[in-house]
């Protein structure tokens, strides 16, 4: 009976049947969505656009921004800020919070990577949009403060990612489980085309950038080391390797066929212990694989349990199939 249905439609519907859905947090999902079909039709049309390349410019951690990473910022920022639904934004491109002015004021903090996997644009492999909802303390009635974008991840009221690849797909978790919504052209809207994702307990493939590997810790180190002894080695079977380099697509993958995807500590600054950020990067995949039965941890402990110190921290990840993530774990432990 959902199958086919809108996103808005399956919502209301979902909080028809019982699930506690406010209608904001519809109506913020519902937003998102349309600011991401805007994101769609803009990263598209590519070279057309003349919006490839960089922009001459570094974000707050020193990475050279890409003129779509601002283009697709101002895309959200601009849509978001009059909705009428959030108090406040976290992005991975703005420095520091953005607030909201108070006659647009509303209940929820929202977090995003306006668009993730960016360093593949110019080349045409899939990138995306990544999004976190929190909400704010004093609601809409004051400026939110800074722990209300400090909130750990458990505190996530949904989250999500579009990928833009062949087609655009929203993957969407409000706590209830993980659906998909594949965008229609030929209507303009996401419509419902996977229910209940649940990623297989068990893979044999494995996602990391191996370049990386003198600078990882041991344990990782060893794991990676005897998936390549395959069959043959101490985990008993032939591992398959994947690198994108977009987060999204990695993730994508991991919730249709299953499969283990890491970027983990690295040891090259210590002030950066991971490449990827917390609050709208490691916390929003971490609740969709969560709900879809998956496991994600720094591989010392579970990523939606850290403390928050920083709205653009970085932090370990692995994260994927439940029983690859435990033997990454156990590697880790066993080296305690
Ligand atoms: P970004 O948000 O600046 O695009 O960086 C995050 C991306 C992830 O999507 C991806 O997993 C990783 O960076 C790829 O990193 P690398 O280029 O080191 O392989
Ligand atoms: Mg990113």
Redesign the pocket.
């Known amino acids: 009976m959902t199958a086919g249905m809108k996103l808005k439609q399956f919502l209301l519907h979902e909080k028809r049947t019982g699930v506690d859905l406010p209608y904001d947090l519809i109506e913020l999902i519902h937003e998102v969505s349309i600011t991401c079909k805007e994101i769609t039709a803009t990263v598209s049309r590519g070279e057309l656009s003349g919006v490839l390349g960089v922009a001459g410019t570094e974000n707050v951690q020193g ?1 050279t921004q890409k003129k779509l990473d601002i283009i697709t910022n101002d895309i959200m920022v601009g849509h978001m800020r009059v909705s009428g639904l959030v108090a406040g934004m976290g992005s ?1 491109e703005v420095d520091d919070p953005i607030m909201v002015p108070a006659m647009e004021r509303g209940e929820y903090i929202l977090m995003f ?1 306006p668009l ?4 593949n644009i110019d080349v045409n492999i899939s990138v995306g949009t990544i999004f976190s909802v929190l909400t704010a303390s004093k609601g809409c009635k004051a400026d939110p403060e800074m722990k209300d974008f400090l909130q750990k991840g458990t505190r996530q009221k949904a989250a999500g990612f579009v990928v833009y690849g062949p087609s655009t797909v929203l993957v969407l978790t409000t706590g209830q489980g993980v659906n998909m919504f594949t965008l229609d052209n030929r209507i303009g809207e996401f419509v419902l085309t996977k229910q209940g994702v649940s990623i297989p307990t068990d893979t044999k493939e494995y996602a990391i ?1 191996m370049s990386n590997q003198r600078f990882w810790e041991k344990p990782m180190q060893e794991y990676i080391d005897d998936c390549q002894l395959g069959e043959k080695g101490p985990l008993g079977k032939r591992y398959n390797m994947r ?1 994108v ?4 697509a ?1 993730v994508f993958r991991i919730l249709v066929r299953g499969g283990i995807f890491m ?1 983990p500590y690295d040891s090259r600054d210590p002030s950066k212990p991971g ?2 950020r917390l609050m709208y ?1 490691a916390n929003p995949m971490s609740f969709i694989v969560e709900q879809a039965g998956g496991m994600c941890s720094t591989a010392h402990e579970r990523i939606m349990d850290m403390a928050v110190t920083d709205l653009h921290q970085r932090v370990p990840v692995v994260l994927g199939s439940r029983n690859e993530v435990i033997k990454v774990v156990e590697y880790h432990a066993r080296a305690k």
């Not at 993730?116 to 360093?119: K, Y």
């Not at 380099?245 to 999204?248: D, F, L, P, R, W």
């Open positions: 990475e991975e990577d993730d996997g960016s360093s950038n690198w380099a977009s987060m999204v990695e970027y490449k990827l990067e």
